[in-house]
C-alpha cells in the first residue's frame, strides 16, 4: 500500500495536476479569511467549504492519473487487487487533504484577528476533515471508474458538489457549515461536529463500496 501511494504522490507531482485545485484552495481561502476578526468558527467554516471543493477535484484529477491499459497494470504489479489500488489513491487524497487542513488553521490565525482556543482547533479540524471526507468521496464516485466519459463525471461532480453545499439543512456539509456560521462557541458545536464527522466517513466509505463494484463489474 505504502509504494502504490509512493507512486500516485509521484505520479500528480509529475503530471501537475494538483496545481489547480490547490490554486482554487488557496484563493478560496485568502479571499474568505483574509483580514477576518472575531469568533473563528465562521472562519474555519470558510476553510472547509475551500477544502470540500479542492478535495473533489484534487480527488477526481487522481482517479484519472492512470489510462485505462496503464491502471490495469498497476493492478496487476499490485497482485491484482484493484481495490487496493484504489484504496491508495484515497488515501493519497486523504493525505493530501490532511497537509491542505494543516494550513487551513492556520491561515486565518495568521491573516485575521481571532480569540483561539483549543476548542476552536479541535472544531476546525473535525470541520476540515468533514468537507474533506465528503469531498473525496464524490470526487471517488465521479471518477473515470465510473464515468467512462469526463463531460458525465463533470456535470455529476458538479451537481453533487452543489447539493452538498446549498442543500438547507442536508448533512453533513450544508448543516455543518450553517452551524458553524452562525454559532460563534466552538464548545457547542463540538458534539454536532463529530456527528458530521461520523456521517461524512460513512459516506466516504459507501461511495467507495459503490465505486469498486462498477469497477469490478466493468473490468
Not at 473525496?136 to 471518477?143: N, T
Not at 466509505?205 to 469497477?215: C, D, E, G, L, S
Request: overall charge positive; charged content about 10%.
Amino acid at each position: 500500500m505504502i509504494a502504490l501511494i509512493r507512486y500516485t504522490f509521484a505520479t500528480v507531482l509529475h503530471t501537475q495536476r494538483y496545481v489547480a485545485p490547490l490554486l482554487l484552495f488557496m484563493g478560496l481561502l485568502g479571499v474568505l479569511t483574509v483580514n477576518g476578526s472575531g469568533p473563528l468558527p465562521p472562519a474555519y467554516a470558510s476553510s472547509g467549504g475551500a477544502l470540500f471543493v479542492c478535495s473533489t477535484w484534487l480527488t477526481v484529477a487522481l482517479m484519472s492519473l492512470d489510462e485505462p491499459t496503464q491502471r490495469a497494470i498497476v493492478v496487476v504489479a499490485s497482485g491484482g487487487r484493484s481495490l487496493k489500488v484504489l484504496l491508495a489513491a484515497i488515501g493519497t487524497a486523504v493525505l493530501s487533504c490532511l497537509a491542505l487542513m494543516v494550513f487551513g488553521l492556520l491561515f486565518p490565525l495568521w491573516m485575521g484577528r481571532y480569540t483561539v482556543t483549543m476548542d476552536d482547533l479541535l472544531l476546525g479540524i473535525e470541520a476540515q476533515l468533514t468537507c474533506a471526507f465528503v469531498g473525496i468521496a464524490i470526487g471517488v464516485l465521479c471518477s473515470r471508474l465510473v464515468f467512462r466519459r469526463q463531460g458525465y463525471a463533470v456535470v455529476s461532480a458538479v451537481a453533487l458538489v452543489m447539493a452538498a453545499l446549498f442543500a438547507k439543512g442536508m448533512p453533513p456539509v450544508n448543516r455543518l457549515l450553517t452551524l458553524m456560521s452562525t454559532t460563534p462557541h466552538a464548545t457547542k458545536l463540538l458534539a454536532p461536529t463529530g456527528g458530521m464527522l461520523a456521517i461524512a466517513a460513512a459516506i466516504l466509505v459507501a461511495f467507495t463500496a459503490v465505486t469498486q463494484f462498477v469497477a469490478v463489474r466493468r473490468e
